[in-house]
């Protein structure tokens, strides 16, 4: 498999999965100026929105949305518990996780990573509302080691690469998204807890972030 990622991007959630599986991958990076993988082609070819991430599996096949590639992940190793099993509530729970993330978390990253397109209205309205959605999450994590109670889920790898946005100190020099934990304990040990697991760890070394 490859798995095409940007240093830093929402990829970074399928990067600490395929860690935590143990699987055989290689990683491909992506220029986000030129769209060019490093080894020379136009990743518009593979993926016509040009963003991240997308596994290619070994037969070809391409898989492009984040939460369609962690779910694919897990259950290539369903021992692993990262996704619970099939047809169960969990699992159903498991993907209203990864809904609310796609669509409050990521989504409402993007006016503070682009806050030059967005203006100064976008950035004073969207930081408010992520701040309003991570006090939700503490408050669910709280009595919890995971998003899902006590076992780590891919939920947790996402919600971790679009955490780290607003903590990584160049990031928050080059677009100021700092979201802090003040007041936030839950949801501060869940990170500091994240941050030591050997997978995001070795992620984030070989994406050049640690």
């Not at 860690?19 to 082609?41: A, I, Y």
């Not at 599996?57 to 992940?73: H, K, T």
């Not at 969990?90 to 990253?109: C, M, T, V």
Request: charged share 20%; proline share 5%.
């Amino acid at each position: 498999m490859k798995l095409y990622y940007l240093p830093g991007a929402c990829s970074l959630a399928p990067h600490i999965v395929l860690n935590e599986l143990g699987l055989d991958f290689q990683l491909v990076r992506v220029d986000h100026k030129t769209h060019q993988t490093e080894d020379g082609r136009d990743f518009r070819a593979l993926s016509p929105f040009g963003y991240v991430p997308l596994l290619e599996l070994d037969d070809g096949s391409l898989l492009r949305e984040g939460p369609a590639v962690l779910q694919y992940l897990a259950d290539l190793r369903p021992a692993s518990l990262l996704a619970p099993v099939q047809g169960s509530l969990e699992r159903y729970r498991l993907l209203e996780w990864l809904a609310f993330l796609n669509s409050e978390i990521h989504k409402g990253f993007i006016p503070l990573l682009y806050a030059v397109l967005a203006g100064k209205y976008g950035v004073e309205t969207a930081r408010p509302k992520l701040e309003q959605r991570y006090a939700w999450v503490n408050a669910q994590l709280a009595g919890k080691r995971y998003l899902m109670g006590d076992g780590f889920t891919v939920a947790d790898a996402y919600l971790f690469a679009l955490t780290q946005w607003g903590q990584a100190p160049w990031l928050e020099s080059v677009y100021k998204t700092s979201i802090r934990f003040d007041g936030l304990e839950h949801l501060a040990a869940w990170y500091a807890r994240m941050r030591e697991r050997p997978a995001v760890r070795q992620s984030l070394q070989a994406e050049g972030l640690r």
